[in-house]
C-alpha cells in the first residue's frame, strides 16, 4: 500500500490532456456546517492583484515571502506582511524563541501593552488629509508592531534584558468593548455596555467600525481561514503551489502550515476589553493636538477631561490612572516650526515631561512621489477587520495594486516618536506600577497575614455560612456578583493587573507567582471568569519560562489549570473564546517540552477537538497539530523504540478526511501523502496492508483525492473504466459527503483501532477473516 519515497501516489496517468488539466474548484455541501454560506458577499476576482496580495501570507512557504505586499518592495524600506511573525531572511541566528514557528513568538507579539489614542478635531483633519480617514491612530498602528531599535526591560529585581522584538498596539480610545446591537442615542451602563433608547434607529458607523476592530470571536476565524484556503484551491498556478508541493522531507512538526498560523494568530488579534484581564487595558493614551488648532492648552485639558470623566470614559472596572502622553503634531507645508516650538515648550511647562513635537506632512502622498514608500500592512488585524479589507479590495474597479503611501520623512519621524514614548515613558512607568504594586499589594497576600486573610475569605469567620456556586458572594468579599466585577482599587483587581504587566514585560516568573497567588482569591470569591482567565495565564506563564519542567510539576500544576481553565470558561461561562485560546496556547508550548510533553500536548489538543469549541475548519487543522504533537515525540535506539509514528499518521489520515469533507483536496492531498511517508519510515513498511478495513480505507481516500484532482486520470487507464466512472457519478450525486465508495472514518470504530494498533514489525494473529490486533501494540 506505501508508495515508494520517489513517486506521488497523485501522478496523473499519461494522456493526452492530463497536463493542460487544472485543479478544480470543489467544494462540499457541509448543509449546516457549511462555511461556503459565510463567505458568499465574498466573490472570486481573478485579476484582481489588489486582492491577490491580501493572501500572500498564506500562499508561500517561509523564508521565500516577499518582504513588501506587492512583491517589488526593498528590505529596508518595509516591514514584513506575514502571518508568520519576523522578517525575511532571518535565518538560524536567531535564538529559539525568535523563530517564527515558535508559539513563544506568537505569544510575546500578541500580549502586547496597549496604547489609546485619543486626538482633537483639527488633528483629525490633519491625518484625513493625508489619507487616513481612520485617525492618528491609523496611522501609528503599524509601526508600533515592532519598535525601531533596542528595547531594554528590567524585571522585578532590577535586572535588565534587552529585547530586539518589543512591540504595542495603538488603538482609538474606546476600541475593544464588546458591544450589542446599538442604536444612535443610547447611553452606557456602568458596566460598558450599550443600553439601547427608545425606538430604532441605524446603528452609527463608529459602532461598526469599534465591532469590526474587535477579536474574541470564533466564527469570524473560521470565515476568514476558510477564505484563504478557498482562495488557495482556486489559484493553484500562484506562488501557493510551492507550499503545495513540499515533500514531507522538507517540512518538519515544527513548523505549521500557514493557515494554522494565520488561524492562531487572529484568534490572539484584537483582544477584548474585559473585566477579568488587563491586557486590552491601556496603558497610556496619546493626547494630540495639531499646529491648526487656535486654543492648544484648553484643547488638551477639554482632551484630557473627556477620557477621565467624560464621554470618552471607560467603563468603572478599567483603572483610569494610566499615563497621559500630550503630543503636537505640526503640519510641516503649512505652519511656522518657530511658533510650534514655542507651544511644545508651553506644553512640558503645563502638563511635564511626557510631551513630543511630531512633525508631519499634511498632503496625502503617493506612489509617483520622490520620497514615498508603501504603509507597512498591520500583521494584528481582529478577522472581522481583515475580511471587511478583503470584501472591499473586490469590490474596487481598479485591478492594480493601490496601498496608502507615506513620505519617508514622515516614517522616520513617526519611527523616532515611538521609540521615545516607549523607551523613555511607557516601559519606565509600566516597571514603576510592577514594584510598586508587587511591594505594597502582593507581598502582603504571599506573607502571615495574606494567608490568613485568604482562610477568612474562604471559610467566612464570623459571617454567615458559605453560600451556594450560584448565590451571591459573601460580605467581606471586594467581587460584586451582581455586576460581574472587581472594582480597579481592589487588590485583586491590582493583583490581575500586576500579573499581566509582568506578563508583557516578560517576567514570567513574577507573572506565574503573581497569577497563582490570584487563582484561590477568585475560587473564594466565585468569580469564575477571573477565576478561569488566572489559571490560564498561570499555565502558559509557567510553559514560557526556560526551565525544565519534570511530568510530576505537569501533572500536579500545569494540567490541573488547563484542566480548571476549560472547564470553567466553557461550564461555568460559557465562553468558548477563552477555552479554545487556553488550550491551543497550552497545546503548542508543551509541544515544544519534547518527550513526554509531547503526549501531553495532543492528549489537550483531542480535548479541545471533544469540546467542540472550533468550526470545520479550526478542526481540521487542529487534527494536524495533533498529528504533529506525535510526530514531535523522538524515538530511542535504531528502532526508534517510544515514538508515536503510527499514532501520528492516523492523525493526518483524520484530517485529511476532513479536508476532503470541505473540499480542500489540496490540504488533503498534503495530509495522506505525509501519512504515506510516516509508515514508510517503519521497519515494517508494509504492515497496514494486514489491516484491510484501515487499508482499504485508506486507498478510498487516495483514490477519492487523485479522482478530485486528476478527474480524466483514471479513465483512460485500462481497466479502470467502470470503476472510476461509477465514482465519479457517486461524487457528483453526493457532493463528497456521503462518499458512498469509501467507508467513513467516523463512524467505524473497528478500522480505527486496527490502524492505530498496528504491530511494529507486522506480527499478524492467524485468523480466518480479519485479523485481531493485539492490545497496546502502537510502540
Known sequence: ?????????????????????????????????????????????????????????????????????????????????????????DGNQLSPADRPEDPRSLITQ??????????????????????????????????????????????????????????????????????PEAVSGSRKSAEGRIVAANGTKPIPGSVIAKRMRTGGDITPIETLVDRHLSYAEEFPSMSGEEFFNLKDSQRSPDVPSPFYTLYLRRLLSGLPLAPHETFSHPVACVIA????????????????????????????????????????????????????????????????????????????????????IQLPRCEWLAAPEELAEIQTRESQEDIEISYPCIYESDTTAIKTFIREMV????????????????????????????????????????????????????????????????????????????????????????????????????????????????????????????????????????DQMLETSSYSYITRCGATYGALRSLALGMELLRLRGGSATEDAARWGTRLLENKVVGVVGDALFKERVSACY????????????????????????????????????????????????????????????????NEFLEALQREVQLALYPESGIEGPGQGDDLIDTSIGEESEAFVSRPHRRSVMGQVAPLANLESAPLHGALLEGNGEETPRADQFE
Request: one cysteine or more.
Open 423 to 558: 523607551t523613555q515613558s511607557i516601559v519606565p512607568s509600566m516597571e514603576r506600577c510592577v514594584v510598586t504594586w508587587n511591594d505594597q499589594v502582593a507581598s502582603r497576600r504571599r506573607g502571615i497575614s495574606g494567608r490568613f486573610i485568604s482562610m477568612s475569605k474562604k471559610w467566612a469567620f464570623g459571617g454567615s455560612s458559605r453560600s451556594s456556586s450560584n448565590g451571591p458572594t459573601s460580605s467581606n468579599s471586594n467581587y460584586d456578583a451582581l455586576q460581574g466585577f472587581y472594582r480597579p482599587d481592589a487588590p485583586e483587581a491590582v493583583m490581575r493587573k500586576l500579573a499581566d504587566y509582568a506578563f508583557m514585560l516578560r517576567d514570567w516568573k513574577l507573572a506565574y507567582s503573581t497569577y497563582d497567588l490570584l487563582r484561590t482569591d477568585f475560587n473564594n470569591d466565585k468569580a469564575w471568569k477571573y477565576h478561569a482567565a488566572a489559571n490560564e495565564m498561570a499555565a502558559v506563564s509557567q510553559l514560557m519560562m526556560p526551565q525544565a519542567i519534570s511530568s510530576k510539576v505537569r501533572s500536579e500544576t500545569i
Open 1 to 89: 500500500m506505501t508508495p515508494s519515497s520517489n513517486a506521488s501516489p497523485f501522478e496523473p496517468a499519461d494522456s493526452p490532456g492530463s497536463s493542460s488539466l487544472r485543479l478544480p474548484k470543489l467544494r462540499g455541501s457541509l448543509d449546516s456546517q457549511s462555511m461556503s454560506s459565510s463567505i458568499s458577499t465574498l466573490p472570486y476576482r481573478n485579476s484582481n492583484a489588489s486582492v491577490s496580495s491580501l493572501f500572500a501570507s498564506t500562499s508561500t512557504p517561509t523564508g521565500s515571502r516577499s518582504v513588501s505586499p506587492s512583491g517589488n518592495g526593498t528590505p529596508s524600506r518595509m516591514m514584513s506582511g506575514s502571518v508568520f511573525g519576523g522578517l525575511s531572511g
Open 289 to 372: 493636538i495639531s499646529s491648526r488648532n487656535t486654543n492648544p492648552i484648553e484643547t488638551l485639558r477639554n482632551l484630557y477631561d473627556e477620557s477621565s470623566r467624560g464621554a470618552k470614559r471607560l467603563p468603572l472596572w478599567v483603572n483610569n490612572e494610566y499615563l497621559r502622553y500630550y503630543v503636537l503634531v505640526h503640519d510641516e507645508e503649512r505652519d511656522d516650526i518657530t511658533k510650534s516650538m514655542t507651544l511644545f515648550e508651553q506644553m512640558k511647562r503645563h502638563f511635564g515631561l511626557h510631551c513630543h513635537l511630531l512633525r508631519l506632512r499634511s498632503s496625502e502622498c503617493v506612489a509617483t512621489d520622490d520620497d514615498s
Open 631 to 694: 510526530a514531535s515525540k523522538k524515538g530511542a535506539g535504531s528502532e526508534l523504540w517510544g515514538s508515536r509514528t503510527r499514532k501520528s499518521a492516523l492523525w493526518s489520515i483524520l484530517a485529511a478526511d476532513a479536508w476532503l469533507t470541505l473540499g480542500k483536496i489540496q490540504q488533503s492531498k498534503q495530509r495522506v501523502e505525509e501519512a504515506n511517508g510516516k509508515y514508510g519510515m517503519l521497519t515494517n513498511q508494509d504492515s497496514l496492508s494486514h489491516f484491510a478495513h484501515a
Open 110 to 179: 500578541a500580549f502586547v501593552p496597549h496604547i489609546a489614542v485619543h486626538t482633537s478635531v483639527d488633528t483629525k483633519e490633519l491625518v484625513k488629509d493625508k489619507g487616513f480617514k481612520g485617525g492618528l491612530w491609523e496611522l501609528l498602528r503599524p509601526f508600533g508592531e515592532r519598535i525601531q531599535g533596542k528595547v531594554t526591560v528590567r524585571d522585578s529585581v532590577g535586572a535588565g534584558k534587552t529585547w530586539e522584538d518589543f512591540a504595542v498596539r495603538f488603538v482609538e480610545l474606546g476600541d475593544g468593548l464588546e458591544l
